[in-house]
T-cell receptor
Framework: NAGVTQTPKFQVLKTGQSMTLQCAQD?????MYWYRQDPGMGLRLIYY???????DKGEVPNGYNVSRLNKREFSLRLESAAPSQTSVYFC?????????????FGEGSWLTVV | DQQVKQNSPSLSVQEGRISILNCDYT??????FLWYKKYPAEGPTFLIS?????DKNEDGRFTVFLNKSAKHLSLHIVPSQPGDSAVYFC?????????????FGKGTKLSVIP
């Protein structure tokens, strides 16, 4: 079972460059999420998509955009990368957007902005 | 303002002994709590949860205890095994909220020494 798949796994960007992190899930989940994890920090929500066709800001949305391409895919775009965006990014999904629903995470994308 | 606190960044335990990971929360609305486990270079995986209507939930070697009056929960692992070495994230949410409102602690790195 693939679960949640995200690409690329590693990326180095120069300040000001743009890039898109891709995410796909094969569990027929309705809700999808992008989190970031910084050293010594918990997971912080960047954007989420409660269902196909909707996206909303999370706790730390500045500098990012998202696209829910279809039910399976949810991409995260950095338009002009900054060193502060150096982080590990996790895509995740859940069957519903209900609070008690289990959230399943991808393996992470390590992004370094120099 | 950190609503979910894991005050111990790391914990070392001998194989076969009990591991106790602690978590405190400040938001009185939280009534559903989860623990996620994360290995290096992998995404977090759901481990165990507990609703505020219970004070204990057990799943094999893992037990979560909830003390609502103290706003404290703990994860007990008995007996600890080297494969349990990972970062453990505590998370909390109000069950009437959307899943996107899940709040994570900063994590505790558990090392189980053979």
């Amino acid at each position: 079972n693939a679960g949640v798949t995200q690409t690329p796994k590693f990326q180095v960007l120069k300040t000001g460059q743009s890039m898109t992190l891709q995410c796909a899930q094969d569990m027929n989940h309705n809700s999808m999420y992008w989190y970031r994890q910084d050293p010594g920090m918990g997971l912080r929500l960047i954007y989420y998509s409660a269902s196909e066709g909707t996206t909303d800001k999370g706790e730390v949305p500045n500098g990012y955009n998202v696209s829910r391409l279809n039910k399976r895919e949810f991409s995260l775009r950095l338009e002009s990368a900054a060193p502060s965006q150096t982080s590990v990014y996790f895509c995740a999904s859940s069957y519903t957007g209900v609070a008690t629903d289990t959230i399943y995470f991808g393996e992470g994308s390590w992004l370094t902005v120099v | 303002d950190q609503q979910v606190k894991q005050n111990s960044p790391s914990l070392s335990v001998q194989e076969g002994r009990i591991s106790i990971l602690n978590c405190d929360y400040t938001n009185s609305m939280f009534d559903y709590f989860l623990w996620y486990k994360k290995y290096p270079a992998e995404g977090p995986t759901f481990l165990i949860s507990i609703s505020s209507i219970k004070d204990k939930n057990e799943d094999g070697r893992f037990t979560v205890f909830l003390n609502k009056s103290a706003k404290h929960l703990s994860l007990h692992i008995v007996p600890s095994q080297p494969g349990d070495s990972a970062v453990y994230f505590c998370a909390a949410i109000y069950s009437g909220a959307g899943s996107y409102q899940l709040t994570f602690g900063k994590g505790t790195k558990l090392s189980v020494i053979p």
